[in-house]
T-cell receptor, first 111, second 112 residues
Framework: DAGVTQSPTHLIKTRGQQVTLRCSPI?????VSWYQQVLGQGPQFIFQ???????GRGNFPDRFSARQFPNYSSELNVNALLLGDSALYLC??????????FGPGTRLTVT | DQQVKQNSPSLSVQEGRISILNCDYT??????FLWYKKYPAEGPTFLIS?????DKNEDGRFTVFLNKSAKHLSLHIVPSQPGDSAVYFC???????????FGTGTRLKVLA
């Protein structure tokens, strides 16, 4: 079975722009979570979605939003990009137990 | 306030020996714990988990120990192999929520 897939792999944006990151979960997994990892730190929780509903939100500004589609794929949107938004954005899926399975991530660079 | 701490930024171990990676947490209400390894340019790979109702869980060469009174968990890798060289993250959270707090990672280097 394919693992979690994310697109794009890399992205370069300018301050003030908007970005959309995409994630497809492992087949059969209905929960998708988004995490941000900055250099030298562990991943930090942004959102969790289950059956298209937001089930959790981390300590991130309203510039960050997400949604989950009927096929359980998900998008993360970030508006008004700041230099500090430069990070690896990780998507993880779960099938019901508590373990997370991460994708390869999208490396976002804001200049 | 860092709720999950990995106080050793790096660790070097000889091939074939035991690697012990440590993790401390502050919230006694955490009831589920995960360990991941991460290679450069890849996402974290799930290794092993443990629920707070257990104090030990094994999967092949990997064993996780949980000491709830000390709010401490450790990952043992036996025997260590060069391919185990990676950054290891522990994470703590509440079962069923998928909202986990990660430590800052320990870089393990297994020397051949």
């Amino acid at each position: 079975d394919a693992g979690v897939t994310q697109s794009p792999t890399h992205l370069i944006k300018t301050r003030g722009q908007q970005v959309t990151l995409r994630c497809s979960p492992i087949s059969g997994h209905k929960s998708v979570s988004w995490y941000q990892q900055v250099l030298g730190q562990g991943p930090q929780f942004i959102f969790q979605y289950y059956e298209k509903e937001e089930r959790g939100r981390g300590n991130f500004p309203d510039r960050f939003s997400a949604r989950q589609f009927p096929n359980y794929s998900s998008e993360l949107n970030v508006n008004a990009l700041l230099l500090g938004d430069s990070a690896l954005y990780l998507c993880a899926s779960s099938r019901g137990e508590s373990s997370l399975y991460f994708g390869p991530g999208t490396r976002l660079t804001v200049t | 306030d860092q709720q999950v701490k990995q106080n050793s930024p790096s660790l070097s171990v000889q091939e074939g020996r035991i690697s012990i990676l440590n993790c401390d947490y502050t919230n006694s209400m955490f009831d589920y714990f995960l360990w991941y390894k991460k290679y450069p340019a890849e996402g974290p790979t799930f290794l092993i988990s443990i629920s707070s109702i257990k104090d030990k869980n094994e999967d092949g060469r990997f064993t996780v120990f949980l000491n709830k009174s000390a709010k401490h968990l450790s990952l043992h890798i036996v025997p260590s192999q060069p391919g185990d060289s990676a950054v290891y993250f522990c994470a703590a959270g509440f079962s069923g929520t998928y909202k986990y707090i990660f430590g800052t990672g320990t870089r393990l280097k297994v020397l051949a």
